[in-house]
């Protein structure tokens, strides 16, 4: 049933709740006295065994209907087949256990993983955040000297330019002299 696990399943064979029905017909606080079962997880279970046995119920007469409404010694033996039917041995139950209990292991493994991944993930995260402020400080200074450096060369560029300028208008005013 869809929401019982392995280990709920044997808490509640414990409890002498071996199939769907008996789970349905249980009361919400009888659930709560089973280890592991809160109220909450209680109506849950209530709920989807109801939700399973009554779609169990449905689909008897849907199958009956399928025949035509006759009840044919067929159906009636697969009927009584059905209702016959013994409940899994102590072997089967420790094979599905086994079973659900080796997809539960394997499940943690991949959470385990996927927990690694995410740590690993956020410590490169982190380390190129850190790279990338130090690189933006570097920046900053390179940056901070280039403009220092230019701005020394164009004062001195326009030192050049004034020197040049005055040099001309010493020369005319010297020729201007001399005529």
């Known amino acids: 049933m869809r929401g019982v696990g392995p280990a709920l399943a044997r808490h509640l064979l414990a409890h002498g709740v071996a199939t769907v029905e008996d789970l349905a017909g249980m009361d919400e606080s009888e659930l709560?006295?089973?280890?592991?079962?809160?109220?909450?997880?209680?109506?849950?279970?209530?709920?989807?065994?109801?939700?399973?046995?009554?779609?169990m119920a449905e689909s008897k007469p849907a199958a009956q209907a399928a025949g035509g409404g006759r009840v044919t010694p067929e159906t009636r033996h697969s009927e009584k087949a059905s209702e016959q039917s013994t409940p899994p041995s102590q072997d089967e139950m420790n094979a599905r256990l086994a079973e659900a209990e080796a997809a539960r292991q394997a499940a943690e493994g991949k959470a385990v993983k996927a927990q690694a991944k995410a740590r690993?993930?956020?410590?490169?995260?982190?380390q190129l955040a850190e790279e990338f402020a130090v690189a933006r400080v570097k920046a900053k200074k390179k940056a901070k000297k280039m403009k220092a450096k230019a701005k020394k060369?164009?004062?001195?560029?326009k030192a050049k330019a004034k020197a040049i300028l005055d040099g001309q208008a010493s020369g005319k005013k010297k020729s201007k002299s001399k005529k």
Do not use: D, F, Y
């Not at 709560?32 to 779609?55: D, F, H, M, Q």
């Not at 690993?120 to 982190?126: C, F, I, P, T």
């Not at 060369?153 to 560029?157: F, G, L, P, T, V």
């Open 32 to 55: 709560c006295s089973i280890p592991n079962i809160g109220a909450s997880r209680a109506a849950v279970l209530k709920k989807v065994a109801r939700t399973e046995t009554e779609t």
């Open 120 to 126: 690993k993930a956020k410590r490169m995260a982190a």
């Open 153 to 157: 060369a164009i004062e001195k560029e």
